[in-house]
């Protein structure tokens, strides 16, 4: 008898067909919000160049303090930049460290999950007992921390987002992989000689990569709010460069006389992290309700 | 003077593939002072049937048509939320099948019997030291010290003991009791129905006995109805139903009781074929499908055959029913 | 009881002594040194060689690990570079600050979402229910800063209901409380979301459970059963997800504190950053990370007390 004709598979989630994921997703009204939102957000940061009419960074004094017109539709900064085209461009900032930060999370996450739940006793432990204390450190102070010793950076935020977020991904592929290792088609597979790389890759990842992928989709906003509070405290995302945060900061100085600049600065990130949690939510319900209370 | 006396009861479960008619014209007296039995496999609506009389059927569930006498005549089956909580464990009690879930975790023992006696108009020291009474009356022991304890302190027999108390205290006139002894071990169920018999005579309460066990309803009951998939198939006195059973069905769950095997057999004996589908139900009698001497005329609803007086058996072949089995 | 409570409390101590390894690595391990980074770019090798010797880093690295845990426990983090003065008094002359901040959150996040996850079991697929869940959803993803920036706006500065700075006048309880309202919402309306959803779902499983059909049984009022019975199972998990939670708040808090203007361990934190003020900071990260253990450790130990099973499972 062949490896594979003993081989079960039973993923805990299959994702199915993308129109059909669609399709299920639209038919709740919260995921077709949460979609429709994030659909705006990443066309509106794809034609940045397109949409924007003026130049993130062009300063302009003549046009400081602009409110809110059809020249500039979000107004104008303290240095007479387009809030609109800061905005867009911001976004664009903002979901690239969104997809990297998440995506090296994901994979040191899933890596580190894979060698606790599958290697000795000890080693599961010991990095049980690391993953506990590195949740102890409040995000923000843990990010603090650092960029006092390196200053701030784009660097920076993704290594925060990645300390931040690794536990809770190794933790879950680590209980999986616990699961899976004594499942019958993983034992089967292992009495006929299968290397530990091979179980892993063969085995074990289609089944623990749905559920993670669902949850890593729920963390984007979280990480879109980490990039987004850093550098409104100066600590991430360095001027001229636009960020969402950093515009909530030029607004915070001037909220008393120029409201619209922290209007411009906070929507999209409302607008951002809504619709991703929604759409996330709404993932999570279709495919995988076991995961309900974890996010 | 009867207690209880259900009268064509029927109760509907409204599902996605349409109604689920769980009981189906159901006939049930409880006399005062009688303990009867009601035997079925799982499924037959013996929960259906408790929660009728109770009034706490789920919300998709409800009675269309019949009638639930109680005492002088109230019917429960149409009484208000008000009136029935009014009833409910001061005139009827019950004591349910899970000892291990049916207390409230985070609650002492001697709070949560306290708190059922809020109608009671009794001070807090009077209200505990009935507990107290009560928790010795089953046998409890150092019952003032354990009222202060958490139901995860008592062994699942003495739970069953605390619950039994509990459902006595108010002295109701009926007690349901729906399987207590099932999650016991056989030496505790001796005790506990001892136990049951003893405090019944003491109150003089009527007791329903549900059970799927043969010996114990044999042991404890004096009338018992047999159910089948939502349908009362016999009833009768206990004595007449063990001894002269005429429908199919109650012979055969007879014959499949452990207890009563008169040969050793290498593998326990069952009842071949499963239930009816109760959303289609099928047209006349309901075993029809599981049975070995069906014939035409039991595509056409079976009378209520009167076997001697008060025993009935609701089939068309309740005299060959006996023959077959002569010959098998 | 006891032995549950020590059990808890040596593996809260574990921990934090672990977290503070791993602070003391990335101190070692980042580039870059503390000294020079506490002196600016403006600073001569010898100005930075005797800060060096002041901070005991010339000595070596296993010598420093010693004297950086021995002193710790003994409740000594040392000195604050520029005035001398002890980091754990500079430290816990914040905290009450951000204790008032939190239980303020604490209080709206209990207030408010206890009662409506209650609400929405109760009324299950009801419109209510939608309500708040959708609404639960939307303040758990909305950031913190967010909300502390645009309720400033609204409330302070557009409405001047509310104080838009500070903590209050010393000494005058009201205008403490007025100073408190808007930050503390800005930390725990997400959390209002997180207590309404847990407790909606915890009080929805709780209401099957076979004991609430038993208490029906003996005739207890719903309202009873409800908000007595049940309740007092389902909000156990409540304290569990205010221990997790305090770490988070702890995080929004710094954003509070800087967009009020409020003292406090987070803007502490802050400008000690913009002074390069290092001691301060690891100080600091320490007490919250150490009060966050402890926060946690008590949270078990009280859902101990509260659910007799869950002592009984520890054993």
Not at chain 1, 101 to 127: C, E, F, H, K, Q
Request: net charge positive; charged share 15%.
């Amino acid at each position: 008898m062949s490896e594979q004709a003993l081989i079960e598979r039973r993923p805990l989630t299959r994702l199915g067909g993308l129109g059909r994921t669609l399709r299920r997703i639209m038919r709740e009204p919260l995921g077709a919000l949460g979609l429709s939102l994030v659909v705006f957000v990443v066309l509106m940061a794809l034609f940045a160049d397109v949409l924007a009419s003026y130049p993130s960074t062009k300063l302009s004094p003549a046009d400081r303090f602009q409110p809110a017109s059809w020249q500039h539709l979000l107004g104008t900064d303290h240095l007479g930049r387009d809030l609109f085209s800061r905005v867009l461009h911001g976004g664009r900032i903002a979901l690239a460290i969104a997809l990297g930060a998440t995506g090296a999370s994901l994979v040191i996450g899933i890596v580190l999950g894979l060698i606790a739940g599958y290697g000795p006793r000890w080693l599961d432990n010991l990095m049980l007992l690391l993953f506990d204390a590195l949740k102890s450190f409040p995000t923000v102070m843990l990010a603090l921390t650092l960029v006092t010793l390196t200053g701030p950076s784009l660097t920076a935020v993704v290594v925060v987002v990645v300390l931040v977020s690794v536990p809770g991904y190794a933790r879950i592929i680590r209980t999986q992989t616990l699961v899976l290792k004594s499942a019958e088609h993983v034992m089967a597979a292992r009495s006929m000689g299968a290397s530990t790389a091979r179980i892993l890759a063969v085995h074990i990842m289609p089944n623990v990569i749905g559920p993670i992928l669902i949850l890593a989709s729920m963390d984007i906003p979280v990480v879109v709010a980490i990039e987004a509070g850093l550098s409104f405290l100066g600590l991430g995302v360095r001027p001229p460069m636009p960020s969402w945060g950093s515009i909530l900061n030029d607004g915070f100085a001037n909220i008393r006389d120029s409201y619209w600049i922290v209007v411009a600065g906070g929507l999209p990130i409302v607008l951002t992290t809504l619709g991703f949690t929604f759409l996330g939510e709404t993932l999570r319900d279709v495919f995988d309700p076991r995961l309900r209370g974890r996010g | 003077m009867t207690v209880l006396d259900v009268r064509d009861l029927s109760v509907d479960f409204a599902t996605e593939d349409g109604a689920l008619q769980a009981l189906k014209k159901v006939e049930l007296t409880v006399p005062k002072n009688r303990i009867v039995g009601v035997v079925g496999e799982s499924g037959c609506g013996k929960s259906t049937l408790i929660n009728a009389i109770l009034g706490l059927l789920a919300d998709n569930g409800s009675v269309t048509s019949g009638r639930i006498l109680f005492e002088e005549g109230q019917d429960l089956a149409h009484l208000d939320g008000a009136a029935m909580r009014a009833l409910r464990g001061r005139k009827i009690a019950t004591v349910f099948q899970d000892p291990m879930g049916a207390l409230n975790p985070v609650l002492s023992v001697g709070r949560q019997m306290r708190d059922i006696q809020y109608r009671s108009g009794l001070s807090r020291r009077e209200k505990d030291t009935r507990s107290v009474a009560m928790l010795r009356k089953v046998r409890i022991p150092d019952p003032e010290k354990r009222l202060a304890q958490f139901p995860h302190e008592f062994s699942g027999g003495m739970k069953q003991r605390i619950a039994i108390a509990m459902a006595l205290m108010m002295e109701p006139s009926l007690l349901i009791a729906d399987e207590p002894t099932t999650a016991l071990d056989a030496t505790l169920e001796v005790t506990i129905i001892e136990l049951l018999k003893e405090l019944q005579q003491q109150i003089g309460c009527s007791v329903l006995f549900i059970s799927h066990h043969l010996g114990v309803i044999a042991e404890l009951c004096d009338e018992m109805i047999v159910m089948y998939a939502g349908e009362v198939v016999e009833r009768g006195t206990t004595r007449d139903i063990f001894h002269n059973a005429r429908h199919p069905y109650t012979r055969k769950l007879l014959a499949c009781d452990p207890a009563r095997l008169s040969h050793r057999a290498a593998r326990l004996p069952t009842i071949p074929g499963t239930l009816p589908d109760l959303r289609r139900r099928p047209a006349g009698c309901v075993f029809q499908a599981r049975c070995e001497i069906a014939d035409g005329v039991c595509s056409t609803m079976p009378p209520d055959a009167v076997v001697t007086e008060g025993h009935v058996a609701r089939c068309w072949h309740t005299s060959e029913a006996l023959a077959v089995e002569a010959t098998a | 009881m006891l032995r549950y409570a020590l059990k808890r409390l040596g593996l809260g101590i574990v921990i934090v002594s672990v977290a503070m390894m791993m602070l003391f690595a990335m101190v070692y391990v980042i580039p870059g040194d503390p000294a020079s980074v506490a002196l600016g770019p403006r600073a001569t090798p010898q100005m930075i060689e005797a800060l060096r010797a002041r901070m005991g880093l010339d000595q070596p690295i296993w010598m420093q690990f010693l004297k950086f845990y021995t002193s710790a426990f003994r409740g000594d983090l040392g000195t604050e570079v520029l005035s001398g003065r002890q980091v754990l008094d500079v430290v816990f002359e914040q905290v009450p600050f951000t204790l008032a901040l939190i239980a303020g959150a604490i209080s709206w996040s209990v207030l408010l979402g206890i009662p409506l996850g209650c609400i929405a079991a109760v009324r299950r697929g009801g419109f209510v229910d939608r309500v708040v869940g959708i609404l639960s959803v939307a303040v758990i993803a909305l950031p913190s800063f967010v909300i502390a920036i645009y309720s400033l706006l609204i409330f302070a500065v557009a409405l001047r209901w509310l104080p838009a700075i500070g903590a209050g006048e010393p000494g005058n309880l009201k205008s403490q409380l007025m100073a408190l309202i808007l930050p503390s919402l800005a930390v725990g309306l997400g959390w209002v979301g997180y207590i309404a959803r847990m407790v909606r779902a915890s009080m929805l499983e709780t209401l099957e459970a076979s004991h609430i059909r038993t208490a029906r049984a003996f005739g207890l009022s719903d309202r009873r059963i409800t908000y007595s019975y049940a309740l007092r199972i389902a909000i156990l998990p409540t304290i569990t997800l205010l221990g997790v939670g305090i770490g988070h708040m702890l995080s929004s808090s710094v954003f509070a504190e800087i967009v009020f203007a409020r003292p406090g361990i987070g803007k502490l934190v802050y400008e000690a950053i913009s002074v390069r003020n290092y001691p301060i900071v690891t100080g600091a990260v320490l007490v919250t990370t150490v009060f966050f253990v402890v926060v946690n450790v008590l949270a078990d130990i009280v859902i101990g007390a509260l659910d007799p099973r869950v002592r009984a499972s520890f054993d």
